[in-house]
């Protein structure tokens, strides 16, 4: 049998890293990547042959569990009838259909591959369709690795400490404005100073890739607010939250309270069941500028790939009002474990929590985290000693500390107690560090 490590020094001669998107590459918590060959509802097996309680979830898609029976056996007709056709296919609607029953203001819906193609394409919409450049965007927030939205984001930037990215022009980072979340007074002076050029600004429904930082109440509504009185677009962007976080009964993320809509959404992950699918929504008429209804262009060869879709589909039809109150509990359950584990070892933390979606913060109790340069400033260097504990106990966490976890409808007791059978070594190790 060949190792991890081998697999991975292998790698690492053919691709950078070892990897195809860097936080799979350990760098923030060290130690050999593991390289998974299998899932099966909550769990994942590696290379070597050895079983986890997974806590990725493959960064989200995975909202079943694993090889849930209904996607598979989806995917399996889909694959039947042919891999894609570069048509038009009556699963394109119905995966469209769906997210529309689901998502009050999601009037019409554009299928694109990654969620780095919805925010980059609901970006340039936003601009056609106001005649203005300017893009505000939260310290924090990640959306996805298009240029102009590199600027001071979150998930693998942070892990890599990273200000923004080599590559990217002054000329497009000086379109995107970068400003502290949850802080009102940095928008309305940005509004004041720019309101006339800001096309839009783009917000993470509940920004969950700085950890989990949840909107102070109101924050998005204000967001809705002051876009509107200005004339520029809201783009909220749903990869990570939507169909995952159930908040307010509405069926994508928390931190939306009733009464507005964004102009867009963009949704990935869930809505393509783990195979490669996400989307722009929103209003009809902010829509239909896009090509070929409009002077907008967009367009994919994969773009509504019907195995996606098929794959989509069945995901969405699967996750009923039931499961997504198992995973709420068991998040539930597994956060407060994890609270409690770390206070009987003395480790100072705050739980980042909305809905289903957690992270832990070292050493934050004092200040709470709000913003990027709280969760910046906490001590990260107790997640890499208590990551490993975790994995040497059956529990594989996603390898950054700056990333959430990831509960499923899989998860039942068994794996839940694996869970919580880890938790008080790892966090001794995290004590230690
Ligand atoms: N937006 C958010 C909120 C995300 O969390 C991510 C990915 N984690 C993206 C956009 C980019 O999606 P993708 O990795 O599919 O390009």
Redesign the pocket.
């Known amino acids: 049998m060949t190792s991890n490590a081998e697999l991975h020094d292998a790698a690492q001669q053919l691709m950078p890293g070892g990897v195809n998107?860097p936080v799979r590459a350990f760098g923030s918590v060290g130690g050999t990547p593991v390289q998974m060959v299998a899932g099966d509802g909550p769990y994942l097996t590696d290379a070597e042959g050895r079983r986890y309680v997974d806590l990725v979830g493959s960064?989200?898609p995975a909202l079943l569990g694993h090889r849930h029976p209904a996607v598979i056996e989806a995917v399996h007709t889909a694959v039947d009838a042919g891999l894609g056709f570069g048509t038009s296919h009556p699963s394109e609607a119905q995966l469209a259909e769906l997210v529309r029953g689901r998502v009050p203001g999601a009037e019409m819906i554009r299928m694109v591959s990654?969620?780095?193609?919805?925010?980059m394409t609901a970006i340039r919409l936003a601009r056609g369709a106001t005649g203005r450049n300017l893009v505000v965007k939260f310290a924090g927030?990640?959306?996805?690795?298009s240029d102009g939205l590199l600027a001071a984001a979150g998930?693998g930037v942070a892990t890599l400490g990273l200000p923004g990215s080599a590559g990217v022009t002054q000329a497009q980072a000086s379109e995107t404005i970068v400003i502290d979340y949850n802080d009102r007074s940095a928008l309305e002076q940005v509004f004041a100073e720019h309101g006339e050029n800001i096309a839009a600004v783009i917000t993470?429904a509940t920004p969950?890739?700085m950890g989990v930082v949840p909107p102070e109440e109101g924050f998005n509504a204000f967001i809705r607010e002051i876009t509107s009185r200005h004339g520029a677009l809201m783009i909220f962007?749903?990869?990570?939250?939507g169909f995952r976080i159930t908040d307010a009964g509405y069926w994508g993320a928390s931190g939306r309270e009733e009464g507005w809509e964004p102009d867009l959404f963009?949704f990935?992950?869930v809505i393509g069941g783990g195979l490669p699918t996400?989307a722009l929504a929103g209003r009809r008429e902010v829509m239909e500028h896009l090509a070929p209804t409009g002077p907008v262009y967009h367009a994919g060869t994969l773009s509504g790939n019907p195995v996606a879709m098929a794959a989509g589909v069945a995901t969405l039809e699967y996750a009923t009002a039931d499961v997504y109150s198992h995973i709420d509990q068991k998040a539930q359950v597994v956060a407060d474990a994890l609270t409690s584990a770390l206070s009987d070892a003395g480790v100072d933390h705050t739980i980042q929590k909305v809905g289903s979606l957690f992270s832990v913060a070292f050493g934050t109790s004092a200040t709470g985290v709000h913003n990027y340069a709280q969760a910046g400033a906490q001590e990260a260097f107790r997640f890499g000693p208590f990551f490993h504990s975790m994995l040497e106990q059956g529990v594989y966490l996603p390898p950054s500390v700056f990333e959430a976890w990831f509960l499923s409808g899989a998860h039942d007791d068994a794996a839940v107690g694996t869970i919580l059978d880890a938790l008080p070594a790892a966090a001794q190790a995290a004590a230690q560090a």
């Open positions: 998107s960064w989200g990654t969620g780095t193609e919805a925010t927030c990640y959306h996805g690795h998930s993470e969950a890739n962007d749903e990869v990570m939250t963009t990935g992950k996400a």
